[in-house]
């Protein structure tokens, strides 16, 4: 079964603002311009942070935040701050083509990686 890193390669960045109901998010693609997660009203300086952090760049400062996994976003102290994406990419003819296990377990681990990396100190 694939899990993240046979699909998305580091390092991670972000690719363009989206402005969709009023708020204000940036897509962040992988090495191989795979959209993977969108930022969710988190500020621009922990985003850069956070995607250091991911990249295995720096660490996260500070210990007043928890990170978590549940239902397909990253929790912030219980609130949503990452929003884990590119379904259509994973399962898609055009895209990757995998079984909806497999699509799964791709997010699933990415999404467990990247909780993994904000929450060492």
């Known amino acids: 079964m694939k899990n ?12 363009y603002i989206d402005e969709e109901d009023g708020f204000r998010s940036k897509r962040i693609l992988d090495a191989n311009s795979n959209f993977i ?3 969710l ?6 985003q850069i942070s ?3 952090a991911i990249n295995g760049i720096e660490k996260l400062k500070g210990e007043d935040t928890t990170f978590s ?3 397909g976003y990253i929790l912030a102290n219980e609130h949503k701050a990452i929003m884990i994406r590119g379904w259509g990419n994973l399962t898609g003819t055009g895209g990757h083509n ?3 296990d497999e699509a799964a377990n791709v ?3 990415f999404a467990n990686y990247i909780v993994g990396k904000l929450n060492e100190r």
């Open 69 to 71: 996994y549940k239902d």
């Open 41 to 46: 009203n988190v500020q621009d300086s922990a």
């Open 98 to 100: 995998l079984s909806s």
């Open 37 to 39: 997660f969108q930022f």
């Open 107 to 109: 997010q699933d681990t």
């Open 4 to 15: 993240w890193n046979d699909i998305y390669k580091l390092p991670i960045a972000e690719s």
């Open 50 to 52: 956070a995607l250091n």
